[in-house]
């Protein structure tokens, strides 16, 4: 089995900035992608940035220009910087991973437990 921790959420003033971790353990044979999603009350989870191990990481357009996502392959871990935040990112985010294990002959998307970010004065 595979198991995503995230850390980094939190309370943050409108402006601020705060980072995302999250590491995945395991029997992961290899990751092919590791992203980081969010979902916000009464909303669908969407993505808000993505790291594919080959290929280029890609952005929702409201992350443009103020998150960045990196990944550390040596670690299996995965960082999300946010910074000018703005109260409409206030959202539940969740750590994802596509993830070979020695129990698999495909990719399988694993998920994170959410970490709580919340942008309010």
């Known amino acids: 089995q595979v198991q995503l921790v995230e850390s980094g959420g939190g309370l943050v003033q409108p402006g601020g900035s705060l980072r995302l971790s999250c590491a995945a353990s395991?029997?992961?044979?290899?990751?092919?992608?590791m992203g980081w999603y969010r979902q916000a009350p009464g909303k669908e989870r969407e993505l808000v940035a993505g790291a594919p191990t080959t290929g280029r990481t890609n952005y929702a357009d409201s992350a443009k220009g103020r998150f960045t996502i990196s990944r550390d392959y040596a670690k299996n871990t995965v960082h999300l910087w946010m910074n000018s935040l703005k109260p409409e990112d206030t959202a539940v985010y969740y750590c994802s991973a596509l993830v070979t294990t020695n129990r698999s002959f495909h990719p399988y998307p694993y998920w994170g437990q959410g970490t709580q970010v919340t942008v309010s004065s």
């Open positions: 395991g029997s992961i044979v290899s990751i092919s992608f």
